[in-house]
């Protein structure tokens, strides 16, 4: 069956220290995935997406196909930064759409 | 443009009865997906609904249903409500199946 696993629950990092959120899948086809935050008090909004391959608030992510995995990275984190992070699968094993999320990573930047 | 707006914000009911929440998506997004949001469970996808057919449903009992209408907005219903059933309820719209989806602020429940 389709997985998106974030193994960190919790991660915290210092302001201008490099950040890495972790995101490992399973799943038998090819995939699409995504990159969604929340921060506090708002609604979920998506960040990035794996076939865009852009960078947004200087956050990047690349697919690993051989490591199945979707790490989302920034080189230098930012006291606005602080979020919940879930990185979520676009397709089931039926390739039928719809978004399977991890667990979310809770992403503290400390000033 | 308006974003995805989910009424009400706040319910409160009691066990056994049933409860219909509503969607509306961004104007011109076809696809509207629904999902529950628990602190045990995480997010999890509940169905899913593109120019008024059902095309997914996640793995919730017969007690979840939603429909949608010709305008793309989008009701969901979840009958003889339990208590595990207290969860944020979140809409979410994309112009195609699949795409970068759009959330609304979410439906919290509350089941008594």
């Known amino acids: 069956a389709q997985r998106v696993t974030q193994p960190e629950k919790l991660l915290s990092v210092f302001k201008g220290a490099p950040v890495e959120l972790k995101c490992n899948y399973s799943y038998s086809g090819s995939p699409e995935l995504f990159w969604y935050v929340q921060y506090s008090r708002q609604r979920l909004q998506l960040l990035l997406r794996h076939i865009s391959r852009e960078s947004i608030k200087g956050f990047t992510a690349d697919l690993n196909k051989g490591e199945t995995s979707f790490h989302l990275k920034k080189p230098f984190a930012q006291e606005e930064d602080s979020a919940m992070y879930y990185c979520?699968?676009?397709?089931?094993?039926?390739?039928?759409?719809?978004?399977?999320f991890g667990t979310g990573t809770r992403l503290t930047v400390i000033p | 443009k308006a974003g995805v707006t989910q009424t009400p914000r706040y319910l409160i009911k009691t066990r056994g009865q049933q409860v219909t929440l509503s969607c509306s998506p961004i104007s011109g997004h076809r696809s509207v997906s629904w999902y529950q949001q628990t602190p045990g469970q995480g997010l999890q996808f509940l169905f899913e609904y593109f120019s008024e057919t059902q095309r997914n449903k996640g793995n919730f009992p017969g007690r979840f249903s939603g429909r949608q209408f010709s305008n793309s907005r989008s009701e969901m219903n979840v009958s003889t409500l339990e208590l595990g059933d207290s969860a944020l309820y979140l809409c979410a719209s994309s112009f195609r199946q699949g795409g970068g989806y759009t959330f609304g602020s979410g439906t919290r429940l509350t089941v008594v």
């Open positions: 979520a699968l676009g397709k089931d094993q039926t390739g039928a759409n719809n978004l399977f």
